[in-house]
């Protein structure tokens, strides 16, 4: 017994976690949970994108923590499009690291899906509200490099150009012929792209004529329902 509690101790002490989170509330929180989990561990924190990258490059963590809503640096504002890019950074460039995400936001992760289900390290997803011991086992299953996405509860497959239409006609407010030129294709590309995205999203023009709703209204309102923007 005693052989095994010191075994035990010795595979946490060679445990490196990094959390990332820019409210300190949540971030303390979540280290008290990994401390008094894995008291022997190596916790890291880091608050911005830019930190998370060089910190990673400089400690090859076990598992990293993170919120998807983070500033790129110290001064910015908080994004969620932000912990989305630095997630697919991270995968791109450290194909067998072990994620968590610890979101508010975890519907967003739907954008990314592709790239997610072809990670090599464990990746699971922990809404905010998780019980303690829920999202300890998201943690052990994220070490052990397995990948639990269901808490996500979504069929949608969507492509990276309809989430560009998306951000640039309803974050930038760009009509499809600017759209087009910022995407380097035609308008008729565009039109096609919004009949595929509305096709994912079950609007139809019967039914949105049928219901006196204009049919690009109706598209924001279901795709900031489902994540795909913010």
Not at 122 to 127: H, I, L, P, S
Request: one cysteine or more; hydrophobic letters at 40%.
């Amino acid at each position: 017994m005693i052989h095994n509690l010191q075994g035990q101790a010795q595979e946490q002490a060679l445990l490196t976690f990094l959390v990332v989170d820019d409210h300190n509330l949540i971030l303390g929180g979540t280290l008290e949970v990994l401390k008094k989990q894995y008291p022997e561990a190596r916790l890291l924190t880091t608050k911005t994108a830019q930190d998370t990258l060089s910190q990673v490059q400089k400690c090859q963590p076990d598992l990293v923590v993170l919120d998807l809503s983070i500033p790129e640096e110290n001064g910015k504002i908080s994004q969620i499009e932000t912990g989305i890019k630095l997630l697919q950074q991270l995968m791109k460039e450290y194909p067998d690291l072990n994620l968590m995400v610890q979101s508010s936001y975890i519907k967003a992760l739907v954008r990314i899906k592709h790239d997610i289900d072809a990670h090599h390290g464990g990746f699971t997803v922990a809404d905010k509200g998780l019980l303690e011991a829920d999202m300890l086992t998201r943690v052990d299953l994220s070490l052990k490099g397995v990948t639990h996405t269901k808490d996500l509860k979504t069929k949608l497959e969507v492509k990276p150009e309809w989430l560009e239409v998306l951000r640039l006609a309803f974050e930038e407010g760009l009509q499809d012929k600017a759209i087009a030129q910022k995407m380097f294709k035609s308008e008729r590309m565009v039109r096609h792209y919004w009949t595929k995205i509305q096709d994912v999203l079950g609007i139809y023009p019967e039914y949105s004529k049928k219901e006196g709703k204009n049919i690009r209204i109706e598209t924001e309102i279901r795709a900031r329902k489902e994540g795909l923007i913010d």
